[in-house]
């Protein structure tokens, strides 16, 4: 079924309010611009008036549909009621329910499939209305064709709720609210980097937590690299020797914690094992897969016990990791060890091999034992680069060096994700908030066939110099403005002059995360991940 803004009661409410030239305003605050809306992101569509509606406390919930009553979304409304009710309001100026607008909301999910996985349906309406005459209980309305449409449905609603000092209630301004919306890319993306850093489970479900308040979708993990490797793999248990130390690991256990956490959220989980060229860390339990002990990089090419491992890593993570996508890395890979190994070199040699191709070997087998376990592969974009002709078709070519890959990726028929490390690298701390709201995904692609094949991007969050005291901060706000450029609608974040359209409206959302406990820094400094300037508004750094 479809969800209400296809049908026509819902349809003639929106163009008739539309007709109506209904001024566009969030009046909860004279200091804001009230020819802005505070939303984040943008939605598709929306209407909305000059109604303030008042929220009870108490707010119920009602579902229906065939999914309405998954826990996935029962818990979400616990959630998100205990976001709206910050506030005590045992002093409010409002007494009973019957002095309340919305007392309930109301969810309706028409799938009863809990299902998360590449393209699943995030789409939802809303609506935000006064009771009428008919109605006793005012309510809000959420319909979705999928639970993770109502997810992002509650996420909206949370944000037109505000507190109001004046009568100590929440309220919603500028209702009645119509709203339907829709994500303009499947993958919204986060990459996290547990290696170069050990990051706690608390601090990753925060991460994951505030990820789903801006929509993003994909948490990539990357769990291992040279420097360290945490995490449990039960069929080869000397691999988490490469841990930093023993305090510093992750269990099976809490794996799949943080993959259900994040399902919870609506955001899927996409590991990485990011071979032959950062793998370091694989040798100290298993010392055989280092070309030799002085030269440790790229992973031992001639030895059929590295393909094993990598089978064997790869089944017991297939257990954890749900995700169609699995990310083999292949990125800056220096063959200088398979070069002057006496093993690897003869091996080279036997096989009429150059480095070059051995790259190539390997990255091929580890996509068929990939391709094996029912997952698609993910490669950085060298893969591409160095030999697109002989890579398999289900590739996903992830850019990440620079513009112009993208193009040219799906010019060949692979699917790509946009990383630009020059714009949606965090790590990159002198890139401003609006380097990553302009980037554009779909930059230099003009066929409606091949911008098809761009799954969307991901900001990046390598760890080299950002742990658990830094690490929100580094993040937001400026991942927040790569987030509407993948969930809003193009004509709605280009061709406008942002600092007016955008920018008083990402001082509101990054006051908002600061509201639930986010560490987001201020929007403006010249440098991320810097304390304010000096006394301020939040609203205003």
């Known amino acids: ?232 793999i039960p069929t080869y248990p000397k691999l988490w020797k490469g841990a930093y130390t023993k305090w510093e690991r992750y269990t099976v256990e809490d794996a799949y914690d943080i993959v259900n956490f994040a399902k919870m959220r609506g955001i899927n989980v996409m590991a990485e094992i990011d071979i032959p060229g950062h793998a370091e860390s694989w040798g100290t339990g298993y010392p055989d897969l280092w070309p030799s002990p002085s030269c440790r990089e790229p992973l031992d090419v001639s030895k059929e016990f590295t393909f094993d491992m990598v089978s064997g890593i790869l089944t017991d993570m297939r257990k954890i990791f749900p995700f169609e996508l699995f990310h083999l890395g292949g990125d800056e890979v220096n063959t200088d060890c398979w070069n002057s190994t006496p093993h690897v070199q003869q091996w080279l040699q036997d096989h009429n091999m150059t480095p070059k191709e051995a790259y190539q070997y390997f990255v091929l087998r580890a996509q068929e034992i990939a391709i094996s376990k029912n997952w698609a592969p993910v490669n950085w974009e060298e893969t591409f680069n160095t030999f697109a002709t002989n890579l398999n078709p289900r590739t996903v070519v992830h850019n990440w060096l620079g513009p112009g890959v993208c193009p040219k990726a799906v010019a060949k028929g692979f699917r790509c994700i946009y990383s630009n490390q020059g714009v949606w690298y965090l790590d990159h701390l002198d890139v401003p908030w609006d380097g990553f709201y302009n980037a554009e995904p779909l930059e230099g692609i003009n066929s409606a066939s091949e911008q098809e094949l761009v799954l969307g991007g991901e900001v990046c969050m390598w760890s080299e110099v950002a742990d658990t005291s830094n690490v929100l901060q580094t993040i937001w706000p400026r991942a927040a403005a790569a987030a509407e450029r993948l969930w809003s609608k193009r004509e709605a974040t280009s061709g406008k002059n942002i600092t007016l359209t955008a920018l008083p409206r990402l001082h509101y959302y990054r006051c908002l995360l600061t509201r639930r406990g986010v560490e987001a820094d201020p929007v403006t400094n010249k440098y991320a991940r810097q304390p304010p300037n000096g006394p301020g508004s939040c609203y205003e750094q």
Request: net charge negative; hydrophobic share 40%; aromatic share 12%.
């Open 1 to 232: 079924m479809a969800v209400p803004y296809h049908s026509s009661s819902f349809v003639f409410v929106f163009t008739l309010i539309c007709a109506l030239g209904v001024s566009l305003g969030f009046n909860s605050t004279s200091d804001l611009d009230d020819s802005l809306v505070y939303l984040w992101p943008l939605p598709s569509e929306f209407t909305f008036g000059e109604d303030v509606l008042a929220v009870d406390p108490d707010l119920s919930l009602a579902v229906g549909g065939d999914g309405g009553n998954s826990d996935i979304v029962r818990e979400a409304f616990l959630r998100y009621r205990g976001i709206i009710f910050k506030h005590s309001t045992r002093f409010s100026k409002f007494r009973g329910r019957s002095m309340y607008d919305i007392s309930k909301i109301r969810i309706i999910v028409h799938s009863d499939s809990e299902v998360l996985q590449l393209g699943v349906d995030e789409s939802y309406s809303l609506l935000v209305a006064k009771n009428d005459d008919h109605s006793i209980i005012g309510e809000a309305t959420i319909e979705a064709n999928t639970v993770y449409g109502a997810l992002r449905g509650l996420e909206t609603f949370s944000q037109l709720c505000a507190f109001d000092y004046g009568t100590k209630t929440v309220q919603v301004y500028n209702a009645p609210w119509y709203i339907q919306d829709k994500p303009r890319f499947v993958y919204r993306g986060l990459m996290l980097d547990t290696s170069r850093h050990y990051l706690p489970i608390d601090v990753i479900k925060h991460v994951i937590e505030s990820m789903s308040y801006a929509k993003l979708n994909v948490l990539h993990w990357h769990i291992i690299d040279e420097q360290s490797f945490p995490l449990e």
